[in-house]
T-cell receptor, first 116, second 115 residues
């Protein structure tokens, strides 16, 4: 069975600083996707970034980037130049490429607070 | 371009009552997913539906829970004879096609409180 672990329940960062959120996962499969989703206080989940396991290059989206270590089964999210609007719950998620039902497996989340 | 709409946003029920949660997917989306978020936990998959069909309900409790996505109208998640353990946030998501990229569009959730 696949599992996703986020070991940091809460984190805090000063505005304009950089913060890294950790995520590890477990699977015996080779082909899968990894995601970071953001859940702001309004509660609507938004996709932040996606990584295909077959790609060695780390995904980036503006101030958001990932450090994907396939052998270590690690998938951390780096947020540069943190902004107040980045305050949210962040969920790491996983899906097998062969899963035709889009059955995402989520971690328990990390609550990030950006301090002014 | 309206996103995924869920209602009610908040629902309070007493033990033994029924709860009905509704979800209208994004325009053009024909695939709906329901997830449940218990306190201090991540979202857990419950059920995946297409119009008039349940494709995968492996995450849904066998008793008291049911889901539908009729040809016309929103998807409904129904919980009969609610118990305190059903208190959670229920999220609906939609996608345009069955593409297992994990890119789902989520609603804001319905928070159920069972007294």
């Amino acid at each position: 069975a696949q599992t996703v672990t986020q070991s940091q329940p809460e984190m805090s960062v000063q505005e304009a600083e950089t913060v890294t959120l950790s995520c590890t996962y477990d699977t015996s499969e080779n082909n899968y996707y990894l995601f970071w989703y953001k859940q702001p206080p309004s509660r609507q989940m938004i996709l932040v970034i996606r990584q295909e396991a077959y790609k060695q290059q780390n995904a980036t989206e503006n101030r958001f980037s990932v450090n994907f270590q396939k052998a270590a089964k690690s998938f951390s999210l780096k947020i540069s130049d943190s902004q107040l609007g980045d305050t949210a719950m962040y969920f790491c998620a996983f899906i097998l490429s062969v899963d035709a039902t889009n059955k995402l497996i989520f971690g328990t989340g990390t609550l990030l607070a950006v301090q002014p | 371009n309206a996103g995924v709409m869920q209602n009610p946003r908040h629902l309070v029920r007493r033990r033994g009552q029924e709860a009905r949660l509704r979800c209208s997917p994004m325009k053009g989306h024909s695939h709906v997913y329901w997830y449940r978020q218990l306190p201090e936990e991540g979202l857990k998959f419950m059920v995946y539906l297409q119009k008039e069909n349940i494709i995968d309900e492996s995450g849904m409790p066998k008793e008291r829970f049911s889901a539908e996505f009729p040809k016309e109208g929103p998807s409904i998640l129904r919980i009969q004879q609610v118990v305190r353990g059903d208190s959670a946030a229920y999220f609906c998501a939609s996608s345009p096609v069955t593409v297992n990229t994990g890119e789902l569009f989520f609603g804001e959730g319905s928070r159920l409180t069972v007294l």
